[in-house]
């Protein structure tokens, strides 16, 4: 697999990352050890370098798992966690002191089995610590030699701003696909000119966007996706127009919906990297397919103007978690 480069930062990553939340968190039961390391070794096995986790996903199981899985590949890949909620749990609220990033960085090293965090990120801006503070502790850590680079998730361009001052950010990882392009207005536009990479999380809409997924679907109890406004039944309804439109495309390119709508995202920019995610051998390769997907100038115009024509029903994230981005 080809790769890439972060932005400025010097980071290289494979041009498609594996996004590890789902082997433990988030969307229903855990899936079972050995068949996580599984799947995570057939990435390694079809070129993937860039690994995503983070403390707050089982909470810590799923480092757990990636320190198991990669230990023999250490040396080959690139591991990105991350801080920022109080005890590594969502449901507790934010907490980004510098005492809390040295906990969860020590404590992270650990349960990945390494000397070192490639990216490490801030999960979601702390407005009660400035964000001056938390870059000032990364790059303490960072001089120690135990992060090499500095992260934000879903953080605001004025908050990338100030935090790029004090340590270079390398990466911001948020939610971008075709079915949210709200960081085309601010967050690219910021990042291009700061030379940081963009790393894109849900790039297959958390499920949506392969086909997979229409208004019947249930999903189990502990499915996050319950609590999307997106995922409500009506809007699952609304929005199968966006799938359909993706799905006559991928049958012009004899290519599938997935693999059309992370190439239209590789397509982008040459800095950004998605990290579509899945607990699934046969779906692990067939995202990694979308790689060798040339989109032409003619396929992208034909996207775009379809897009166009649909407006996307639903809000992405519950109110709760709404107030936690573009901070």
């Known amino acids: 697999m080809k790769k890439r480069k972060l932005g400025k930062s010097g980071l290289e990553v494979s041009t498609l ?26 990435a390694v096995e079809h070129g993937v370098t860039f690994f995503d986790t983070a403390e707050a996903y089982g909470p810590f199981t799923n480092e757990e798992l990636l320190g198991e899985a990669l230990a023999p590949y250490r040396n080959e890949v690139v591991i990105a966690t991350k801080f920022g909620f109080k005890e590594g749990k969502p449901t507790m609220g934010l907490d980004s002191s ?16 390494t000397d070192h965090i490639d990216l490490f990120y801030q999960h979601r801006v702390d407005p009660n610590v400035p964000i001056e ?25 004025d908050s990338i701003r100030k935090a790029h001052a004090v340590q270079p950010v390398a990466a911001l990882q948020s939610e971008y696909s075709l079915w949210w392009r709200e960081p085309e207005k601010d967050i690219l536009p910021t990042l291009e000119e700061l030379g940081i990479g963009f790393v894109s999380f849900s790039p297959l809409g958390k499920g949506f966007l392969t086909g997979a997924i229409n208004e019947n679907t249930l999903f189990d109890k502990t499915d996050f996706r319950n609590t999307v406004p997106r995922f409500s039944e009506e809007n699952r309804k609304a929005n199968q127009a966006l799938v359909d439109r993706l799905g006559s495309i991928a049958s012009y390119k004899d290519a599938t919906p997935a693999q059309v709508a992370l190439a239209w995202l590789l397509a982008q920019k040459p800095w950004i990297v998605p ?29 775009n103007q379809a897009l166009s ?15 936690m981005v573009n901070r």
């Open 309 to 323: 024509e649909i407006e996307v029903q639903g809000h992405r994230y519950a109110e709760q978690m709404q107030k």
């Open 275 to 303: 990290i579509p995610g899945t607990t699934k051998i046969h779906r692990l390769k067939e995202n990694l397919g979308a790689a060798d997907i040339e989109l032409s100038v003619y396929d992208l115009t034909k996207i």
């Open 133 to 157: 503070d938390v870059a000032g502790t990364v790059k303490d850590l960072i001089a120690e030699g135990k992060v090499k680079y500095f992260g934000l998730s879903e953080a605001g361009a």
């Open 17 to 42: 990352g594996l996004g590890c939340m789902g082997l433990s968190f988030g969307y229903g039961p855990a899936t079972e050890t050995k068949d996580g390391i599984k799947l995570i070794h057939a």
């Open 98 to 113: 510098p005492e809390r990033i040295r906990e969860v960085a020590e404590a992270a090293l650990k349960r990945l089995r």
